[in-house]
């Protein structure tokens, strides 16, 4: 059973380029979390999804930035035309249930150039 | 002022030494979560608890809810302990608990030989 996978691992970007994360949960589990951790700062919640539906998307910025988590597939986290301050590393978890233990992936290391 | 609060910020500690660090809370929590974050790595989940006391090999969670306060303890520590450590908690009442975590800022060890 693969952990939580994510790609790529590491992410260099233009400003104004889009840049699509992708999360693939471990096996059985339908929750997805990503997070954010910006330089120097500590990790901060984006987004939560189930399957093909957004369930609590308090933390994401207002533009730029989207997830989804289709039927079939990856979770995509997706920001479009970057800027500097996007860069940062950004990790996924999947859970089984929507309060049991997450497990995290290597996070995908964004640099806005 | 933070919703979770970790000390020491900075560990520095010699090989063998028993080592504690702290998280406090200040919101309603259904559970509680030591993470351990490699530099450049991946997150990995050490414990996830709501009450009393787990242990896993050289590693020992503790949680006192009435007072709203963890440790993590390490016993025997080497240096490939080295590691940042992260508490975060589930928080509670939010719709139902779920992984959306507040973090804390973390605790930065350094286990020398």
Redesign the interface.
């Known amino acids: 059973n693969a952990g939580v996978m994510q790609n790529p691992r590491h992410l260099v970007r233009r400003r104004g380029q889009e840049a699509r994360l992708r999360c693939s949960p471990m096996k059985g589990h339908s ?1 997805v ?1 990503w ?1 954010r951790q910006l330089p120097e ?5 984006m987004v ?1 999804l189930q399957k093909e539906n957004i ?2 998307e ?2 994401m910025p207002k533009e730029r930035f989207s997830a989804e988590f289709p039927k079939e597939g990856p979770s995509i986290l997706r920001i479009q035309q970057v800027v500097r301050g996007d860069s940062a590393a950004y ?1 996924c ?1 999947s ?1 089984p249930a ?2 049991t ?7 995908t ?1 964004l640099t806005v150039v | 002022k933070n919703e979770v609060e970790q000390s020491p910020q900075n560990l520095t500690a010699q090989e063998g030494e028993f080592i504690t660090i702290n998280c406090s809370y200040s919101v309603g929590i ?2 509680l ?1 030591w ?1 351990q974050q490699h530099p ?6 050490l414990f ?1 608890l709501s009450s009393g006391k787990k242990k896993h090999g050289r590693l020992i969670a503790t949680i006192n809810i009435q007072e709203k306060h963890s440790s993590l303890h390490i016993t025997a520590s080497h240096p490939r302990d080295s590691a940042v450590y ?1 508490c ?1 908690v ?1 928080r509670e009442g939010y ?12 605790t930065l060890l350094a286990v020398q030989p």
Do not use: C, P, W
Not at chain 1, 41 to 45: I, N, P, S, T, W
Not at chain 2, 40 to 45: D, H, W, Y
Not at chain 2, 95 to 106: E, P
């Open positions: 929750h979390y997070y700062e500590g990790l901060k919640f939560y369930i609590d308090s933390g990790f978890a859970s929507r309060n233990e997450a497990f995290f992936g290597q996070g290391r | 259904s559970a979560h993470l450049g790595g991946g997150i990995v989940s996830m992260i975060a589930n719709g139902g608990a779920t992984n959306k975590l507040i973090f804390g800022t973390g």
